[in-house]
């Protein structure tokens, strides 16, 4: 799991610290997860990929959640592309080193990686996070949101500005996506983030009834479906396979970012080019979206779907050793926005 | 069994509709100027013909206000639903553990007719309820979602665009189709399992009502003619001309629904049982159509598509105290006041526990009665809902098509034959009875009789559908009895219809030599005009890309793929010649003079006469 370092915020301004420190999460998942997803061949691997697309699609709305949170509480988000392999702000457990966060294409170690980051624990009753509010420590995203939605609660109404900035699901995520203007709509939007995530108290559905990042991670990792029963502990992998062909994946390298292309063909190195101009235009689009530009979403969106079809492309040429092939290194390269 | 039956499943949430509409605009010559519309649904091109991409694409900006809500749509609508109840014959149960499990949907929205309001369907893979390895019913396409019994004055608050209308979506999975049911300790669906083997259920029906569309995710919008409609398309406007971006615009309902039994001698897609006919000027109905079965000691009425919502608050509208009757065979007087529904029963939270059934107890004589008379539901004076009586021989017959309400066929196309199930009080009814078929103009509105056939002996009269010369789209209304009247117009609350579209044969694209300016220019053009979600896919206009993707491309557009959700193109308008250049095309090596065909925006155009504008509006 992704322990993060906290003390209790003390104010607005600490709060928006560490929204914005999670929203650098949320929008560094996206990245590992998307290259895996990439990776997985045409047609083959249907329930992987499906899952994997929703996971994704619910780290874009948690993304625009913690905005949307972040905005209301008259703060200016900011996106930070990370290079890959990273830690995300993960201080590892006590005494151990701190996760190490790689671009990995589709196999059992990518989708290992996705539960490590998704892994739950059980959000502590109030007590202990009174506890942990007072002394500050190493806690897992869902405790660290837990803290940040305790502090959220004790500020008056007029620390909430409605409107502001707001993504609203009018024209993408139907359904799963709300503007904040008060402590209940941040209450609601961070429950969604943390059960989505890690699944609700001792159990693998979260609040919606579905099947939390986890153990859909887990479902592709042990090519089982996780299947109620009646005994405890409720489910159980299997007795159904998902139906995973790891072998139906491109030949994609780890980390491409490190990488050097310049000893691979000319058309590798424009591949790359492509992925990482459409990649930085989204993540500058998204810069502008999440800081009220209308129409900028839709911008991002389009941006998303050009970096797909370039990462499709770039996945289908060889690098020098004549095996292997790259996917995106999600290299931010405007330069104009983000950073 | 029907889904009036128990057992069954009630879900209720919101379902999103993501169509272009741009396709719904044809010319219209009237116009003062003429206007000259957006496409020609009979020759299946856009309009004007020779209209460059790049003007089309500006023009369907420009036409967002007053009329063209979502040009960047890409026809996908899904539910945001959930298992909201079910009930094995003891009623509401909330408890049981498949409630609060997803009803997960997710279709391509497409008119058969492109201009008309009476042909929407829903194609589609699966329909799922539940989570793979939980409580799940799993539901693998056999047949369309069809749209039926539109009714087009369900909110007397909401009459923005198709605000003030509902309609009953329906399709049904054979239980040898792959329908799967994964019960576990769900008493509900362990019910529905059980029933599945008797020998008369053939499998699940699911069927929902959509009310209450919204646009512009905006509720306060009410009317088409109100001035926040226009601020909101022009700031739709201002989205859509940023470059190289994607800005849909969905559209939404609030929705219930009932997943039950398919008893065999039903329609697949569309209501079966006893109808209760919505009475008054067509379209202007009071109540809408209903629907009714006596079952379990109980008649049980499905008021899904039935009563007005009257406020922001989606009420229901008071209607008094609902009178339910049973009549004289010739329904001419009433025989017993079978019992009563207060407004508690039909108001909303009643709607929204159990998706518009009500159930109506009854004693056993009470159901000796109502099994074979004609009912009539009303209010004090006020007639709302009657059952049908067949003249002379007062039987209660009724059309329903069977499977194919909506058929697509080729010029040049063998004819195909569609069954209309007679049901007779809501059960297939036996052989000689006498069907009859008439056409629909619904540009002059002229309807004029075609042909008549006898039922078989499972009650189904079975008419020859011949496909038109050239391009064109027919509509054919069903009457039952020697005797029945013509019907005066389609009002789908009260008339059992059919629409085909025959596509073009196109002989004269398929001989042309298959260089990509021919490619582009006849076939792909169009869809990369007035379906921009392309771009985020394929770029039409790019000789390299299509041909690139030519395998998909073949494989997503074969005659064989046209049932599926990724059909493409999504409206169902690629005719055989197009077909035959397009693979022809595919096929050859790629000429590398071959160059993109550029569709960007053009600059912005004079604003259309606001004459043009207001009568527009009223078609979207």
């Known amino acids: 799991m992704i322990r993060l370092q906290a003390t209790p915020p003390n104010n607005v301004d600490d709060a928006v610290a560490m929204l914005q420190a999670a929203a650098g999460i949320e929008f560094g998942t996206l990245p590992p997860y998307l290259y895996a997803k990439f990776s997985i061949l045409p047609g083959t691997n249907a329930p992987a990929s499906e899952r994997l697309t929703d996971v994704i699609n619910q780290e874009m709305i948690h993304l625009c959640l913690v905005c949307n949170i972040i905005n209301a509480l008259g703060g200016s988000p900011e996106l930070k592309p990370p290079s890959y392999p990273c830690t995300l702000g993960d201080v590892g457990p006590p005494g151990g080193d701190p996760l190490m966060i790689r671009l990995l294409p589709f196999d059992p170690s990518a989708m290992a990686q996705g539960m490590a980051i998704e892994e739950p624990e059980e959000v502590p009753p109030f007590p202990m996070l009174k506890s942990m509010a007072q002394g500050g420590g190493a806690m897992t995203i869902g405790q660290y949101y837990a803290l940040v939605d305790a502090f959220l609660a004790t500020l008056p109404a007029s620390a909430w500005t409605a409107g502001r900035n707001q993504i609203s699901d009018a024209q993408f995520f139907p359904g799963q996506l709300f503007p904040v203007g008060n402590y209940s709509d941040a209450h609601e939007a961070i429950s969604q983030i943390v059960s989505e995530g890690e699944g609700a108290k001792d159990d693998p559905l979260d609040f919606q009834n579905e099947l939390a990042h986890y153990y859909r991670f887990g479902e592709i990792f042990h ?98 050793d004549g095996k292997s092939v790259a996917g995106p290194s999600f290299v931010y390269t405007s330069g104009s926005g983000a950073c | 069994m029907s889904v009036l039956d128990t057992p069954r499943l009630y879900f209720t949430g919101q379902m999103v509709w993501d169509p272009i509409v741009t396709n719904n605009y ?70 049981d553990p498949v409630v609060g499990t997803p009803a997960d949907f997710l279709g391509m929205l497409v008119d058969a007719e492109p201009y008309g309001t009476f042909s929407s369907q829903l194609f589609f893979d699966e329909m799922q309820f539940g989570i793979d390895g939980g409580y799940r019913i799993t539901c693998p396409r056999t047949f369309r979602v069809m749209s039926r019994y539109v009714y087009f004055n369900r909110n007397s608050h909401n009459t923005v665009k198709a605000g003030i209308a509902s309609v009953i979506w329906q399709t049904s999975f054979p239980k040898d189709c792959g329908l799967r049911l994964d019960a576990h300790d769900s008493p509900a ?27 512009y995710d905006d509720p306060e919008i009410v009317t088409n003619s109100g001035g926040q409609l226009s601020i ?42 006893r109808a209760l006919l919505a009475q008054g000027t067509p379209f202007k109905q009071p109540v809408g159509t209903a629907f009714a079965r ?24 008071p209607l008094g105290t609902l009178s339910v009757c049973a009549m004289s065979a010739d329904g001419s007087t009433v025989v017993e006041e079978l019992g009563s529904i207060p407004y508690p029963q039909y108001d909303r939270d009643s709607y929204l526990s159990t998706s518009g059934l009500v159930t109506l107890p009854l004693d056993p004589s009470q159901c000796d009665i109502a099994v074979s008379s004609p009912l009539r539901i009303g209010s004090g004076s006020d007639i709302y809902l009657v059952e049908p009586v067949v003249a002379p021989s007062n039987r209660l017959l009724r059309p329903a098509v069977m499977t194919q309400q909506n058929i697509y066929m080729d010029e040049g196309d063998s004819p195909v034959s569609t069954g209309v199930q007679i049901l007779d009080t809501g059960y297939a009814t036996t052989s000689g009875i006498e069907v009859n078929r008439y056409s629909f103009d619904d540009s002059s509105g002229d309807v004029a009789p075609v042909d008549s056939a006898l039922t078989d002996s499972n009650g189904i009269a079975w008419f020859d559908i011949a496909a038109a010369s050239g391009g064109a789209v027919h509509c054919y209304l069903f009457t039952v009895g020697a005797d029945a009247a013509q019907p005066a117009t389609l009002d789908p609350q009260t008339t059992s219809y059919v629409y085909v579209r025959t596509l073009p044969s196109d002989a004269e694209i398929a001989a042309m030599e298959p260089t990509w300016e021919n490619v582009f220019n006849n076939v792909l053009a169009k869809w990369n005009a007035m379906a921009p979600c ?40 690629m005719t055989p010649g197009e077909r035959t250049l397009l693979y022809a095309f595919l096929d050859a090596p790629l000429d590398p003079d071959s160059k993109p065909f550029r569709a960007a925006l053009a600059e912005a155009a004079p604003r259309l006469p606001e004459s043009t504008r207001l009568s527009r509006a009223m078609r979207a």
């Open chain 2, 294 to 317: 006596v079952t379990g000691g109980a008649l049980v009425v499905d008021f899904g598509n039935s009563v007005r919502e009257i406020d922001a608050e989606v009420s229901k509208q």
């Open chain 1, 223 to 320: 090519d089982k479906v996780l299947t109620k029963m009646a005994e405890d502990p409720g489910y159980r992998w299997g007795p159904n396979a998902l139906g995973v062909d790891w072998s139906s994946a491109y030949p994609a390298i780890a980390d491409p970012g490190q990488h050097d292309f310049s000893r691979d063909s000319a058309a590798a190195q424009a591949a790359q080019d492509s992925c990482n101009t459409a990649y930085s235009g989204m993540v500058d689009a998204l810069q502008r979206a999440v800081n009220g530009e209308t129409g900028q979403l839709g911008a991002a969106v389009r941006k998303m779907f050009e970096l797909r079809m370039a990462a499709v492309a770039a996945l289908q040429v060889p690098l020098a």
């Open chain 2, 534 to 573: 392309m771009d985020n896919w394929l770029w039409l206009n790019d000789p390299a890309q299509v041909h690139a993707y030519g395998g998909i491309l073949k494989k997503l557009t074969a005659a064989g793929a046209f049932e599926t959700y990724r059909y493409m193109p999504v409206v169902r308008d």
């Open chain 2, 26 to 95: 044809g010319p219209d010559p009237t116009q003062k100027p003429p206007f000259p519309g957006f496409y020609d649904e009979a020759a299946c091109i856009p309009l004007p013909p020779g209209d460059s991409v790049a003007n089309f694409r500006r023009r369907a900006i420009e036409f967002v206000d007053p009329a063209n809500w979502n040009p960047h749509g890409t026809h996908r609508s899904n539910f945001l639903a959930r298992i909201s109840g079910a009930d094995t014959g003891s009623g509401l149960d909330r408890s």
């Open chain 2, 232 to 273: 909101d398309a022009q700031a739709l406007v201002a989205k859509l001309n940023i470059p190289d971006s994607f800005q849909p615009n969905p559209a939404r309902s609030l929705m219930i629904g009932v997943v039950g039994l398919w008893r065999k001698g039903e329609p697949a897609c569309e209501p079966g049982d």
């Open chain 2, 189 to 215: 669906l362990q019910a529905l399992a059980s029933a599945l083997e008797d020998e008369d259920v053939a499998g699940l029906t699911v069927r929902w009502n959509t009310y209450r569309t919204i646009y």
